[in-house]
């Protein structure tokens, strides 16, 4: 039987990757439990507490005690979910055997698959309602539980779709792994004790299989959050064995369990490219645009900084959007300032009110003609307008010119992709060194 949970957190407390772990760990009393999934979904959702994330497993037990484990899922649920908050809404589904077997011996079933398909990708790129979860968890009859109103659900369905999805093809979409420690109840809500130079031994050991477990550029820690939850760190990568030997070097508080899971973080699921987008964007979604600067960028209050795009092939912004790295993105705002009018870019990152939150550019043709007022043959000085397209002259030497000067610009940088540092990173973005691993891509300027 597969289990999808959500929404069983606040801001205030709790998380839903530690009530996973408690359920996984309980759970081995009654069958096989395997390596739980954690999703990332649209991170521009409205409702979400932190980083939209869901959860599933997986248990193969032997028949009868399928109710049984329900009850102490609903239980362990019930119990330990935020439901005193207003936006805490638990929602779980379970989807059995019968209906897996179903689902696997294909013909009409196949079907079933592709809706399952469907509802994960568009919870990580779009915005879905609880009535579309209800429809599917309808269709295919699976048994569900929920608290309040049960949004829950939406998150709870993509988490155990994209586990069905991955069990019968284990790379067919891309993932990584995260190790996350979890503190001692009588920790929660104190300041976290995690020896910094540890953390900087263990990156040092096992970049780039872990990655986004320090920031150099900003000398900051990001492996642990900042919120009351029960989550000590998390050490991300790609390599399982790279993830427990940075965990054995890290020197911290004791820990109550740690829990190993799967994820689409650092995948870029949640991007449209723009084939995909078709001329439109839309406000909560996420995109791959390519545009040429249209104006010089400039910083405004509070140290976002700002350019516009020109997107000719975009039908509902009239062309035009404009594109924002915010103050926390930190040094990757001096790679916008540097852009000029002509650039040919490609930007990455979430759009609403007309503006893109920027997460990635790659710079692909940089703009390096410099026009200047031609200079007078005779005297050498530069020559005034002559007027409007009336080209350019010398008063005193009475010398003419039709032209402007074009002179190539040292820009001082380079062409490439460029991303915002581990510390302005969503949890579901790709880190460019697995670009760079993956692909192999030159002129990669991970930002760390
Ligand atoms: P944490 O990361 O700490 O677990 P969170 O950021 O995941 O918290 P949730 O408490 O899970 O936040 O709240 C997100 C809510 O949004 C859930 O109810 C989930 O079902 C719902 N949701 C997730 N993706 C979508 C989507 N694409 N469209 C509509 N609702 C969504």
Redesign the pocket.
């Known amino acids: 039987m597969i289990i999808g949970i ?4 606040s801001r205030k407390g709790m ?3 530690y009530l996973c772990a408690v359920l996984v760990d309980e759970l081995k009393g009654y069958g096989d439990v395997s390596t739980p999934r954690l999703v990332r ?2 991170p521009c ?1 409205p ?8 959860v599933a497993f997986e248990i193969n037990m032997s028949p009868g005690k399928e109710e049984k484990v329900k009850e102490v899922v609903k239980a362990r649920v019930s119990e330990l979910s935020e439901v005193q908050e207003e ?3 638990p ?1 779980v589904v379970f989807i059995e055997d019968t209906a897996l077997r179903a689902m696997n011996g294909g013909g009409s079933h196949e079907k079933h698959i592709l809706n399952l398909k469907n509802f994960y990708e ?3 790129r ?4 609880i009535e579309h979860a209800y429809a599917i968890i309808a269709e295919l009859q699976f048994d569900h539980f929920g608290l309040k109103n049960k ?6 369905l ?1 988490a155990a779709s994209f586990l069905v999805l991955q069990k019968r093809e284990p790379a067919y979409y891309d993932f990584t792994y995260e190790l996350i420690a979890y503190r001692r109840k009588e920790r929660w809500g104190t300041s976290r004790f995690i020896e910094e130079a540890s953390v900087w031994n263990a990156d040092e050991a096992t970049y780039p299989a872990t990655w986004d477990t320090v920031d150099l550029a900003n000398k900051k820690l990001v492996l642990a959050p900042h919120s009351p ?1 029960p989550v000590l760190f998390g050490i991300r990568g790609d390599s399982v064995d790279a993830l427990y030997k940075a965990y054995q070097l890290i020197h911290a508080e004791t820990t109550e369990r740690k829990m190993l899971f799967v994820t689409n973080q650092g995948t870029d699921s949640h991007l449209i490219t723009c084939e995909e987008a078709k001329g439109t964007v839309h406000d909560y979604h996420s995109y791959i645009l390519d545009g040429v600067v249209e104006s010089n960028p400039r910083t405004i209050e509070g140290g976002h900084v700002v350019f516009a795009l020109s997107l000719p092939q975009n039908t509902n912004t009239e062309g035009h959007l404009e594109c924002v790295a915010y103050e926390p993105t930190k040094g990757f705002r001096d790679i916008i300032r540097q852009l000029r009018i002509g650039d040919e870019v490609t930007v990455y990152g979430s759009f609403k009110n007309r503006t893109i939150n920027l997460e990635k550019i790659e710079l692909r043709k940089l703009n390096v003609e410099v026009k200047t007022n031609p200079k007078c043959t005779k005297c050498g000085r530069r020559m005034e307008s002559a007027g409007r397209s009336q080209g350019y002259r010398c008063r005193r030497c009475k010398t003419y010119s039709s032209e402007k000067e074009v002179h190539i610009a040292d820009r001082g940088i380079e062409e490439g992709l460029y991303e915002v540092p581990p510390v302005a990173r969503r949890h579901i973005s790709k880190p460019l060194i697995r670009v760079c691993k993956q692909e192999g891509i030159g002129n990669i300027h991970p930002g760390r």
Do not use: H, P
């Open positions: 959500d929404d069983t957190d998380c839903t990757t979904l649209n959702i409702f979400k507490t932190r980083g939209n994330g869901a936006g805490t809404n929602g568009t919870a990580v779009d915005v879905l309602k949004r829950g659900l939406i998150g709870a993509a939850c």
